[in-house]
């Protein structure tokens, strides 16, 4: 712990006994200091509020304020000395903005804004005696922003305040002359711009661009008043896990918007961002930033000095920090509310807590760290090798799929290994899965952040992926699984990460910590009630002091479908094995997917990219099976039947049958009959093709022309035995078909 934090820091709650997250904070007309936070624990999701009184130390007259369902991401502002709150909560897959109001020790009912489908990211505003609610309403490839105000019988003048079609976050301020500004960002058909828009006289401006980068995507704008203008903040990412915090000075001159003053705050490359704006009425601004996933960093704005240099106003390199509410008192004094994790969760467990720090503005210079912003973690830094991700033309693709059978399919790219910002990634959830369309060009994929890591996974936010997943999944157009990683406590059990997909969108979220989560044979046993599978990835992957690597003696055929072969990680195909385009982490011996074969479990192959920087479909990995519509139920199916294959990026199309049983296949027959093989390749660039049986190669071609087709015969066994299909680029691309399982019928 940091001097600034031993002096200056309090824990608001225990993370022995609840999870807290999302914490915000604010003020009231006496000096009062109000928290609030989403609260889990034993499976549900609450929202807490109290006072935060500094001279006690203490955290008082915690109180439930939410309903039955699960709440998530609350926010309070004050209004003299009243407090109003607003939060998100499901229920029966439902959602509700929800709100009420605190004065002289008296909660008010909960009032009901608005209920749908999918409603997130509620912001409070107070101006003058007014309180304004804002929030999102979301649908299947379009979103817009609602603001309200709330009256003595509840919400009025509700009204749409956006025009793009599809937005999200929205943060709102008013200036000295009774202006309103709204920013929000907008998902364009490439990438994600900040928007903002004014109202004076009730009248509302065009929309106009804010961020200023053409390629970059931008997310979560939080504007603050300085006086006649307003501060617009966001973060923003590139390709290559490059990320920037940035700002911009937009006010209002005869109707239309003005953006002056762009600025670059600070750029790395590194782990997610969360950030937090504050504003006091003398037009001072405090911004608060991640960097990397160990670290919240400050600064200070004004007319005069402009951007201060960084304070950081979190722990040390061991602890993880994220999702801050900030606050500035009249006197310049920040103060800022935070959520803390403890190393990777061992010791106590994966619980986050909400931590208070503080830091009055004339002891601010004192604890500036100039050479914070140069560090970056070599765990996202992009893998240096180029790779090209060659797709093979349509009409070269429809001849050879009509060649080898497959005339009333067609293939289909797929990623589902990445994480978001929810977890230990980059970016926002509806962001993952626009980058799925448009940088990777994939038709499916899914979400899959941890169960706990770097904390609990919580039922509301289990929800919330469910409705995000639900969402853009549009058949013919985009296909996505619901999924979540389930991660096993590294330091205390060598269990092996596994991703769990349900077919269609119903399913519980049984974490490694849950009774029904705690070890893989109870898991599997969970997760059949929902038809659901577990496939092991970075099945041989050492993280130097833990282990992440799969423990082969836990298995069941009938969830344990498939096996991730490559990753941004690692090839796992064998121990030792190694790619250009990975990090070649260390590898533990007898945990590869040829181990796991060797054991006789009948495991397909996929490829991902264990995205953690929106790398998904462009590092790592991709899946390639052949459908006849694209759905999420083919695609399950497809993948339960292990009837798909991994490859290294490249769009290789590959063909493996056995007496045309397809890659996947258990086929018996009679001992010493024969079987015939059929083996069918179109790759991107020369190629050498080998069949492998238990685990040797018995077959070798190559071929200069792209090409490669061929069949052979073998003879049936007294034991089972195991096929699979290796391709071998010039380029160093691969490919790896689905084995298939040869057995004696007798």
Same mark, same amino acid.
């Given at each position: 712990? $940091?001097?600034?934090?031993?002096?200056?820091?309090?824990e608001?709650?225990?993370?022995?006994a609840?999870?807290?997250?999302?914490?915000?904070?604010?003020?009231?007309?006496?000096?009062?200091?109000?928290?609030?936070y989403?609260?889990?624990?034993?499976?549900?999701?609450?929202?807490?509020a109290?006072?935060?009184?500094? #001279?006690?130390?203490?955290?008082?007259?915690?109180?439930? /304020?939410?309903?039955?369902?699960? *709440?998530?991401?609350p926010?309070?502002?004050?209004?003299?000395?009243?407090?109003?709150?607003?939060?998100?909560?499901?229920k029966? !897959?439902?959602?509700?903005?929800?709100?009420?109001?605190?004065e002289?020790?008296? =909660?008010?009912? /909960?009032?009901?804004?608005?209920?749908?489908?999918?409603?997130?990211?509620?912001?409070?505003?107070?101006?003058?005696?007014?309180?304004?609610?804002?929030?999102?309403?979301?649908?299947?490839?379009?979103?817009?922003?609602?603001?309200?105000t709330?009256?003595?019988?509840?919400?009025?003048?509700?009204?749409?305040?956006?025009?793009s079609?599809?937005?999200?976050?929205?943060?709102?301020?008013?200036?000295?002359?009774?202006?309103?500004?709204?920013a929000?960002?907008?998902?364009n058909?490439?990438?994600y @711009?900040?928007?903002?828009?004014?109202?004076?006289?009730?009248?509302?401006?065009?929309?106009? /661009? +804010?961020?200023?980068?053409?390629? *970059?995507w931008?997310?979560?704008?939080?504007v603050?008043?300085?006086? @006649?203008?307003?501060?617009?903040?966001?973060?923003?990412f590139?390709?290559?896990s490059?990320?920037?915090?940035?700002?911009?000075?937009v006010?209002?001159?005869?109707?239309?918007?003005?953006?002056?003053?762009?600025?670059?705050?600070?750029?790395?490359?590194?782990w997610?961002?969360?950030?937090?704006?504050?504003? $006091?009425?003398?037009?001072?601004?405090?911004?608060?930033?991640?960097?990397?996933?160990?670290?919240?960093?400050?600064?200070?704005?004004?007319?005069?000095?402009?951007?201060?240099?960084?304070?950081?106003?979190?722990?040390?390199?061991?602890?993880?920090?994220?999702?801050?509410?900030?606050?500035?008192?009249?006197?310049?004094?920040?103060?800022?509310?935070?959520?803390?994790?403890?190393?990777?969760?061992?010791?106590?467990?994966?619980?986050?807590?909400?931590?208070?720090?503080?830091?009055?503005?004339?002891?601010f210079?004192?604890?500036?760290?100039?050479?914070?912003?140069?560090?970056?973690?070599?765990?996202?830094?992009?893998?240096?090798?180029?790779?090209s991700?060659?797709? /093979?033309? #349509?009409?070269?693709?429809?001849?050879?799929?009509?060649?080898?059978?497959?005339?009333?399919?067609?293939?289909?790219f797929?990623?589902?290994?990445?994480?978001?910002g929810?977890?230990?990634?980059?970016?926002?959830?509806?962001?993952?899965?626009?980058?799925? %369309?448009?940088?990777a060009?994939? @038709?499916?994929?899914?979400?899959?952040?941890?169960?706990?890591?770097? =904390?609990?996974?919580?039922?509301?936010?289990?929800?919330?992926?469910?409705?995000t997943?639900?969402?853009?999944?549009?058949?013919?157009?985009?296909?996505?699984?619901?999924? =979540?990683?389930?991660t096993?406590?590294?330091?205390?059990?060598?269990?092996?990460?596994?991703?769990?997909?349900?077919?269609?969108?119903?399913?519980?979220?049984?974490?490694?910590?849950?009774?029904?989560?705690?070890?893989?044979d109870?898991?599997?046993?969970?997760?059949? %009630?929902?038809?659901?599978? *577990?496939?092991?990835?970075?099945?041989? *992957?050492?993280?130097?002091?833990?282990?992440?690597?799969?423990?082969?003696?836990?298995?069941?055929?009938?969830?344990?479908?498939?096996?991730?072969?490559?990753?941004?990680?690692?090839?796992?195909?064998? =121990?030792?094995?190694?790619?250009?385009?990975?990090?070649?982490?260390?590898?533990?011996?007898?945990?590869?997917? !040829?181990?796991?074969?060797?054991?006789?479990?009948?495991?397909?192959?996929?490829?991902?990219?264990?995205?953690?920087?929106?790398?998904?479909?462009?590092?790592?990995?991709?899946?390639?099976?052949?459908?006849?519509?694209?759905?999420?139920?083919?695609v399950?199916?497809?993948?339960?039947?292990?009837?798909?294959?991994?490859?290294?990026?490249?769009?290789?199309?590959?063909?493996?049958?056995?007496? $045309?049983?397809?890659?996947? !296949?258990?086929?018996?027959?009679?001992k010493?009959?024969?079987?015939?093989?059929?083996?069918? +390749?179109?790759?991107?660039?020369?190629?050498?093709?080998?069949?492998?049986?238990?685990?040797?190669?018995?077959?070798?071609?190559?071929?200069?022309?792209r090409?490669?087709?061929?069949?052979?015969?073998?003879?049936?066994?007294?034991?089972?035995?195991?096929?699979?299909?290796?391709?071998?680029?010039?380029?160093?691309?691969?490919?790896?078909?689905?084995?298939?399982?040869?057995?004696?019928?007798?």
């Open positions: 712990m $940091n001097e600034l934090n031993q002096r200056y820091s309090k608001v709650t225990d993370i022995v609840v999870s807290g997250k999302y914490p915000c904070m604010t003020q009231t007309a006496d000096g009062k200091t109000y928290v609030c989403q609260e889990y624990k034993d499976r549900h999701d609450v929202i807490v109290g006072v935060l009184t500094q #001279e006690k130390d203490e955290f008082t007259n915690g109180t439930i /304020i939410s309903g039955e369902g699960e *709440a998530l991401k926010v309070c502002v004050a209004d003299g000395n009243r407090v109003w709150y607003a939060w998100g909560e499901n029966n !897959q439902k959602w509700k903005i929800y709100y009420r109001s605190y002289n020790g008296v =909660y008010g009912e /909960i009032q009901c804004a608005d209920e749908g489908e999918a409603l997130f990211y509620p912001y409070l505003y107070s101006k003058d005696g007014i309180i304004y609610l804002l929030w999102n309403r979301q649908h299947s490839n379009s979103a817009e922003i609602v603001m309200g709330i009256g003595e019988s509840g919400i009025e003048n509700i009204q749409v305040v956006s025009s079609k599809e937005v999200y976050r929205p943060s709102y301020t008013m200036t000295v002359d009774g202006i309103g500004y709204v929000y960002d907008s998902f058909g490439k990438n @711009d900040v928007l903002v828009r004014a109202c004076k006289d009730g009248v509302w401006s065009e929309e106009k /661009i +804010v961020s200023t980068s053409k390629t *970059a931008a997310a979560q704008p939080l603050a008043s300085l006086k @006649d203008k307003v501060l617009v903040c966001w973060y923003d590139n390709h290559g490059d990320f920037s915090y940035n700002s911009s000075v006010f209002l001159k005869d109707s239309m918007l003005v953006v002056e003053e762009p600025h670059c705050i600070g750029r790395g490359i590194d997610y961002e969360d950030i937090a704006i504050a504003e $006091n009425s003398k037009g001072e601004v405090v911004f608060s930033y991640s960097w990397g996933k160990t670290k919240l960093h400050v600064r200070h704005y004004d007319y005069e000095k402009k951007w201060s240099e960084p304070v950081v106003f979190t722990y040390d390199e061991n602890s993880f920090a994220s999702n801050q509410g900030a606050y500035i008192d009249e006197e310049g004094t920040i103060h800022l509310v935070w959520q803390y994790g403890n190393q990777n969760g061992h010791k106590p467990i994966r619980n986050a807590q909400v931590i208070y720090t503080w830091l009055k503005v004339d002891e210079e004192n604890y500036i760290d100039t050479e914070a912003e140069k560090v970056s973690d070599p765990f996202t830094r992009p893998i240096p090798a180029e790779k991700l060659d797709r /093979i033309s #349509e009409e070269e693709t429809k001849k050879w799929m009509i060649k080898n059978g497959y005339g009333e399919k067609f293939p289909i797929g990623d589902i290994h990445g994480q978001s929810m977890s230990d990634g980059v970016g926002e959830i509806d962001q993952f899965f626009n980058i799925a %369309k448009v940088w060009n994939l @038709d499916f994929t899914a979400l899959t952040d941890h169960d706990c890591y770097p =904390y609990w996974l919580s039922e509301s936010e289990w929800e919330w992926i469910r409705t997943s639900r969402l853009f999944n549009v058949e013919g157009e985009m296909t996505t699984l619901l999924a =979540y990683e389930w096993p406590n590294e330091y205390r059990y060598d269990f092996g990460h596994k991703n769990i997909y349900y077919r269609g969108f119903e399913g519980e979220l049984f974490r490694s910590g849950d009774e029904g989560g705690l070890t893989p109870r898991l599997f046993s969970s997760i059949k %009630k929902y038809q659901a599978m *577990a496939f092991p990835h970075h099945p041989a *992957a050492s993280w130097k002091l833990v282990s992440a690597a799969t423990d082969w003696s836990f298995h069941d055929d009938s969830v344990q479908r498939m096996v991730e072969i490559f990753s941004r990680h690692a090839p796992f195909e064998y =121990y030792g094995n190694y790619s250009k385009y990975t990090k070649n982490n260390m590898q533990i011996e007898r945990c590869s997917a !040829q181990d796991a074969l060797a054991k006789g479990y009948h495991l397909g192959f996929i490829a991902g990219s264990d995205s953690h920087q929106m790398e998904h479909g462009l590092e790592g990995g991709v899946i390639i099976t052949f459908v006849d519509k694209l759905a999420n139920e083919t399950w199916d497809n993948l339960y039947d292990r009837f798909a294959y991994g490859t290294s990026g490249a769009g290789i199309l590959l063909s493996f049958k056995v007496d $045309n049983h397809e890659m996947g !296949q258990i086929v018996e027959k009679e010493g009959k024969e079987v015939e093989f059929s083996v069918s +390749v179109l790759g991107t660039d020369e190629l050498k093709v080998e069949v492998l049986c238990n685990n040797k190669v018995i077959i070798e071609k190559e071929s200069a022309d090409a490669c087709d061929f069949v052979f015969t073998r003879e049936v066994g007294e034991v089972e035995d195991f096929y699979y299909v290796r391709v071998t680029q010039k380029d160093d691309h691969q490919a790896w078909g689905s084995p298939i399982w040869v057995k004696n019928k007798n």
